[in-house]
């Protein structure tokens, strides 16, 4: 799949679209998911144009995954969730309903969480 730059976190990114901000570096912009799941939701994507964890992994440089990795490690820790304890999940694709084309990763937390899948 090619990377489509009108897709909605592209848009955030570029300010076209206005989000809750939660952390800003140079690779990366975190904000709370528009549609939480968990008393703690937040999402972290890369400045680049990355359709996903697999497009991600395959082409973003070393330097880049480094920077990007530790934005997300500041975010939880920024958003008070370390020591509670988070999930980060990241959906590939149609099987794991991926909605938006632009790789993110969710930043889950604030109370037990249960199992990995309902
Ligand atoms: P995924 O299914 O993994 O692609 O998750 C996409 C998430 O993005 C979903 O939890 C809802 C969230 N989302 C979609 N549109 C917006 C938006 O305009 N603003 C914010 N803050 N979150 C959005």
Same mark, same amino acid.
């Not at 990366?28 to 937040?42: C, G, R």
């Not at 149609?94 to 993110?104: E, G, M, T, W, Y």
């Given at each position: &799949?090619?990377?489509?730059?009108?897709? *909605? /976190?592209?848009?955030?990114?570029?300010?076209?679209? +206005?989000?809750?901000?939660?952390?800003?570096?140079?690779? =990366?912009?975190?904000?709370? #998911?528009?549609? +939480?799941?968990? +008393?703690?939701?937040?999402?972290? %994507? +890369?400045?680049?144009? /990355?359709?996903?964890? #697999? #497009? /991600?992994? @395959?082409?973003?440089?070393?330097? $880049? &995954?480094?920077?990007? $990795?530790? =934005? !997300?490690?500041?975010?939880?820790?920024?958003?008070? %969730?370390?020591?509670?304890?988070?999930? *980060? *999940?990241?959906?590939?694709?149609?099987? =794991?309903? @991926?909605? !938006?084309?632009? /790789?993110? &990763?969710? *930043?889950?937390?604030?109370?037990?969480?249960?199992?990995?899948?309902?």
């Amino acid at each position: &799949m090619s990377y489509d730059n009108q897709n *909605i /976190f592209a848009k955030i990114i570029r300010g076209e679209i +206005p989000c809750k901000r939660v952390y800003e570096d140079e690779f =990366a912009l975190a904000f709370h #998911d528009i549609q +939480p799941e968990a +008393p703690t939701h937040v999402l972290v %994507v +890369p400045k680049g144009d /990355f359709v996903s964890f #697999d #497009d /991600f992994t @395959q082409k973003a440089s070393s330097e $880049f &995954m480094v920077g990007y $990795f530790s =934005a !997300v490690q500041k975010t939880a820790a920024l958003i008070g %969730v370390v020591e509670g304890g988070y999930r *980060i *999940i990241s959906n590939h694709g149609a099987d =794991a309903s @991926q909605s !938006v084309p632009h /790789f993110h &990763m969710h *930043i889950l937390g604030g109370k037990p969480l249960g199992k990995l899948l309902p």
